[in-house]
């Protein structure tokens, strides 16, 4: 059977560091009250002129790097992000050009903070059908752009960055790769986490909205029963798993849905307090860093998962 291999991982956080007490000097916060209630203590801010693209371009060199490949080798990229360059054409297609990719096809995929899972779930469906040989799947944000800085209770939550993964068929890849996804959406809750701009509604970018608590409930259960259902797809045992890596929102929601699993803290890759929520690019950057920092070895059988506004949610089991 053809399975999409994991063969390489890149991360990229802009230089700009804002903590706790920068935020604290702009809106009525302090860093004791954003630590408890969130478990973030800085966040990485895109420099002026720094774009979607210029970071996934970077996390994407950096994954081609790790997987010992050149650009030319790819022939597809799915770039999630809720903050694209512009309206259009797809940031991913900024990525090709300026990777000098000639070939194949690049789009971007707009799920959210489930963006990555999303995509990385496309890439795979079509190196397993052999539309392609080998895939970017790239998590990007600049939420920074979208934020309103005068709401503490989103403004404090958010930051930028991207990661990518490189992904390549093979035919005899034994038990390694992408063993099974899981993605759903339920557009009855659109109104929990949104942003109030769009060129079809009000012609403007907008900023982010959110009912935090509702969001938080439903995040508990949602990702909770996606992580059940990859490993049932996937027929392995959640104590199978040797690292859970999921999307980096809230220590609180991680936290719930560890204690609601039995999962053991020492088995999750969080890297909320350094990056705080970078959407799309929070589940690979969180894996670039267990990588990097050998905790994540090759064999490892890690799950990846994730929710994000629509309300959209979902996981992906696989053993790099």
Request: net charge negative; charged share 20%; with cysteine.
């Amino acid at each position: 059977m053809r399975r999409s291999l994991l063969v390489g991982v890149g991360g990229y956080l802009p230089d700009r560091v804002m903590s706790n007490a920068e935020l604290a000097s702009q809106v009525d916060t302090s860093d004791q009250w954003i630590v408890e209630r969130t478990g973030i203590h800085r966040r990485h801010i895109a420099a002026e002129g720094q774009r979607t693209s210029d970071l996934a371009l970077e996390a994407s060199r950096r994954a081609l790097a790790h997987a010992k490949m050149d650009a030319g080798d790819i022939d597809l990229i799915v770039l999630a992000t809720a903050t694209p360059d512009l309206t259009f054409p797809a940031t991913a297609a900024r990525v090709q050009a300026a990777l000098g990719i000639t070939a194949g096809a690049a789009f971007d995929l707009q799920a959210v903070c489930s963006g990555f899972v999303f995509a990385l779930a496309t890439a795979d469906n079509a190196l397993r059908l052999g539309q392609a040989k080998a895939a970017l799947v790239i998590g990007a944000e600049t939420f920074s752009r979208i934020v309103d800085w005068t709401d503490r209770g989103t403004c404090i939550l958010f930051g930028d960055g991207a990661g990518a993964v490189v992904l390549r068929a093979e035919d005899a890849a034994g038990d390694r790769g992408i063993i099974s996804t899981f993605l759903r959406t339920d557009g009855r809750h659109h109104d929990l986490l949104y942003v109030d701009g769009g060129p079809s509604q009000t012609q403007s970018t907008g900023h982010l909205r959110m009912q935090g608590n509702a969001v938080f409930r439903q995040a508990v259960e949602h990702i909770s029963g996606a992580m059940i259902e990859a490993c049932r797809r996937g027929g392995v045992a959640l104590d199978e798993i040797d690292w859970f890596v999921p999307h980096q929102a809230n220590q609180r929601i991680l936290d719930g849905v560890a204690r609601r699993l039995g999962i053991s803290g020492d088995k999750v890759i969080t890297t909320v307090a350094e990056h705080g929520n970078t959407s799309a690019a929070s589940v690979p950057l969180a894996l670039s860093v267990g990588v990097a920092d050998g905790r994540i070895k090759p064999g490892h059988l890690v799950l990846m998962e994730a929710l994000g506004g629509g309300l959209t949610w979902g996981a992906a089991l696989v053993r790099l």
